[in-house]
């Protein structure tokens, strides 16, 4: 871990060194209480997804605010959240190898647990490991609803994995994950509706076959911040994994929003403070953020308030700051605010969030508030 | 930090979790030596940058086998390497805001630390946190030779920093830093060839004007892993900050390599290990190291040994593996070796190293050897 934060509780905005991972905290909590209002209107549970946050204190606020629990992506991002006190988490991936799996059922001991599977030889494996450790799992078959990455076929696939499931001691089936991943960025409101269209015939395909099977699916969970509202109102989904409203990003900002009124707006709430080191070009300046310091898989970051400047060229620690004729070119020492491209790989890039409070009207009067570690950065096993 | 490692010595290879850092301990050793009898024989300095491998362990072996010390990029980089007892230290970066230089000039007081400037202003901020913390910190005036990014034109720009450098009290005038970053890269030996020999121009152009002022710049540092031999054979660069060497990366396997037989040749040196968690289609399957797992800035990476397989579709924490016509599809639970498209930010994003014996000749006998922290892992400040 790095020898020193980038800030202290109580510092003046500007004092906090860059660059930082900054969270507007009254846009952070306005996120929050979007999304749980959301679901509690919808009717649906709300599960959000930790793998952006990888935070305890961030899923406490989320829990506290109705959140039956979290999903996570690995065994050691789950250790961290039930270290951290969260006391009910679903694995939204399958798990193999035995080591994973005994950690996975160790884990079961201490807190309801959940994990998704695609394979019989992997119910099998989970079964050994839940009798070996004594302990009891949730497992969800995961069918594949447009995607192509994991998951089974819906309909009978699934059923055949739901009846092993059920037959296997230390397992009980929890029902189905049905997420669809790349329909979360699809641009228009209407591409977006009409993928969880068919990813609910899916479903829909899938749970009649599960009664057939006399089999009920007492969760069917999926959805991100894309195309929750479609999952919520079709009747079919219980339990939404929505993560990245918490924070936003560059990318989720291109989807055109959906047309109507009600829909729940999220805002930036998390930042990339970065600092000028060079600027000897007329037209361009060089920051202190590159690739280790920001996920640029999505796109670049887009930078805050400052229309007449953009991102471009990163090196592992450098960006180049092209200013558009007309604008005022940074100078060095001055620092700017990063919306990251994709929150999620940028928040694993950093040890700590800076939380400030008093953003939204300016950096003055802003000053940091909390220093929180990003408790389960780095946790990829 | 995560809760658990992924191996721990003496572990076959079979036991390491995924996915993982694995570091080939008999390539890395065989490039470290390379590049030491290469620096010897051109009779230049070797200072190689640990942006690379963040690690005071494998910079002692760097220094060991001769180098005259570190290149960083992070004034935190800075303090892991001399808390880990590297005793001379350069920051390759222009260094600006007080909290930075107070920490830099705190680090001259334990360690010989250098720093690179292309602003009379950050000057003067260098001399006054010397003066502060009574501290001598060693100065190169950046020149920038053809990379456009940070530094001075060459001449008289440059002549009238180190003036400002040597007139301050608290700093040294070093020399000059003269690198290069977008011709490491350039496919062909010819562009390569030609990118550094206009370097050295602006080089040439610079030294003489020093001299014409009475001034001697004892470094000229520069010099990356795909172009280092240019430098070293100049007679204009004494020290070179060739990072990826130590373990290559399959950006760097594009470059044809240098057509005379003398030109040392590095290996691939470092892998994540990853495991399959699903394979649903008869042509791919999904593993278990996405962006979280892998810098994937310079392009993705290669499936070691195993031409039928490709990378593709990453995600935070999958990727897709496409099986060729004719190949073999890996099963669920299997394991593959990737070779990190960018060696630098892969290394940045996991905490520890698995270094392991004997992989030259196959999984089968290898074990783990050691597993190291990534010691600077994360010090973006």
Redesign the interface.
Known sequence: ????P?ARPGDPFD?I????LVVDLDAMERNLTAMATFAARAGVRLRPHA?THKSPLIAARQIALGAVGQCC??V?EA??LI?GGVRDVLVT?????T??LD?LAALARQAKVGVCV??A??VDALCAAAERLGATIEVLVEI?VGG?????DPGADAVALARRIVASPGLTFGGLQAYF?TAQHRRTPAERRDAIAAAGQAVRTTLEALAGAGLVARTVGGAGTGTFRHEAASGLWNELQTGSYVFMDADYALNEPDPDNDAPRFEHALFVLT????A??AD?A?V??G???L???SGFPVIWRRPDLSYS??????G?ILVSPGGSRPA??ERLLLVPG?C??TV????WYVGVRGLGSGRDGCHVECVWPVA??????
Do not use: Y
């Open positions: 871990m790095p020898p020193f980038p004092r060194d860059t660059p930082a793998k992506q690995k050691s250790a961290v270290e991936n399958q798990i193999w190898g080591a994973k950690r695609d394979e030889a992997n594949d192509r990455r994991c998951g089974v991943g600092g000028v080191l060079s000897r070009g361009r060089v202190d953020a690739h280790k310091a996920g640029n898989d060229r990163p090196a592992d620690e450098h180049a060095p020492g994709h999620d790989p694993n890039l950093h040890d389960a950065r780095g946790a990829v096993l």
